[in-house]
């Protein structure tokens, strides 16, 4: 885990001793600076963990609006807040063997978060695209 702070952009890889951090996973952490410091403020986040099979997703607060989805990503319109997925987390992990496909696993896992901040730096700002219709942005 690391810890960041939204108004420095500092990122710390201990829990610091001054308020202002925010504790994130690793891979996850240029993603969501990037997408807060463009205006789609996030609630929650995982970059996808191998021990316990979770999936990869970033939840915004409930006004965001997205002007595009990533490749390989949805939105997953069960929750109260906008959410994206990745599509395929569950397909690496049924075939997961501990030993022989850790690495395998890890590097697939910074792939499509490494595309997760691909997608995040080519967003526009958000307040941009308050300002016209999302057909002539």
């Not at 996030?42 to 999936?55: A, L, M, P, V």
């Not at 994206?84 to 890890?106: L, P, T």
């Not at 997608?119 to 999302?134: G, N, Q, R, T, V």
Request: net charge negative; aromatic share 18%; with cysteine.
């Amino acid at each position: 885990m690391n810890y960041i702070n939204f108004k420095t952009g500092k990122i710390k890889h201990h829990k610091p001793e001054i308020p202002g951090y925010i504790e994130i996973d690793d891979l996850m952490c240029p993603i969501i600076f990037e997408l807060n410091r463009k205006g789609y403020i996030t609630k929650y986040c995982c970059q996808g963990h191998i021990e316990d099979k979770s999936t990869t997703y970033i939840m915004f607060e409930y006004w965001v609006k997205l002007p595009s989805i990533p490749e390989n990503w949805y939105l997953d319109d069960t929750l109260e807040l906008p959410t994206i997925r990745y599509k395929h987390n569950m397909f690496i992990y049924e075939k997961f063997n501990q030993f022989e496909d850790f690495y395998k696993v890890y590097n697939h896992l910074v792939y499509i978060n490494s595309e997760l901040y691909n997608w995040a730096k080519s967003l526009p700002d958000y307040e941009s695209i308050l300002d016209c219709d999302y057909d002539e942005c």
